[in-house]
T-cell receptor
């Protein structure tokens, strides 16, 4: 079974600060990795995903994440955050391969950006 | 842009009552999922569904839960006898099958279930 650990439950930053949210996973096989964002009052939206290939993936709204296989990590980064990035961020994983494998989510990181 | 829709947005029920949560997945998708998020906790996988049968389920998905695709568009989650601890946000998701490694899941807005 997979598990996902997000190290920071609450993060408060000022606008223009750089962001890095940690995510580590535990699974014995090949995985797909995802970051989802949930803005206040809205549903889960995919920020970015990693399936294979270049371990540095770029997503929407200037976010990127790097898959480091040796560390079982998939940290989310953004060089300069904006007030509108205030949201809950979830790292998720499922087993690679076709099929209906459910996502295992981390507990989420509540990010607050102060103007 | 196609999206997953869910109804109702909020359901209030009495303990012991049956509820049915409805979802309309994206039309060309073949895999369907239910997740729940208890307030303040992480999103948890409940069940996945493909080709008119359950593909995978978690230990949360016990005998009081069932899923169905009654027609070509709807995907439902039924809770037979609700308990207080079933209060949560329930998310439906769907994904298309490419037969390969790509399996992005698209989420609906959720149904907030409150059991009194």
């Amino acid at each position: 079974a997979q598990s996902v650990s997000q190290h920071n439950h609450h993060v408060i930053l000022s606008e223009a600060a750089s962001l890095e949210l940690g995510c580590n996973y535990s699974y014995g096989g090949t995985v797909n990795l995802f970051w989802y964002v949930q803005y206040p009052g809205q549903h889960l939206q995919l920020l970015l995903k990693y399936f294979s290939g270049d371990p540095l993936v770029k997503g929407i709204k200037g976010f990127e994440a790097e898959f480091i296989k040796s560390k079982f990590s998939f940290n989310l980064r953004k060089p300069s955050v904006q007030w509108s990035d205030t949201a809950e961020y979830f790292c998720a994983v499922n087993a690679a391969g076709g099929g209906a494998d459910g996502l295992t989510f981390g507990k989420g990181t509540h990010l607050i950006i102060q103007p | 842009e196609p999206e997953v829709t869910q109804t109702p947005s909020h359901q209030v029920t009495q303990m012991g009552q049956e509820v049915i949560l409805r979802c309309v997945p994206i039309s060309n998708h073949l895999y369907f999922y239910w997740y729940r998020q208890i307030l303040g906790q992480k999103v948890e996988f409940l069940v996945s569904f493909y080709n008119n049968e359950i593909s995978e389920k978690s230990e949360i998905f016990d005998d009081q839960f069932s899923v169905e695709r009654p027609d070509g568009s709807n995907f439902t989650l039924k809770i037979r006898s609700t308990k207080l601890e079933d209060s949560a946000m329930y998310f439906c998701a769907s994904s298309e099958s490419s037969g390969g490694y790509y399996n992005e899941q698209f989420f609906g807005p959720g149904t907030r279930l409150t059991v009194l």
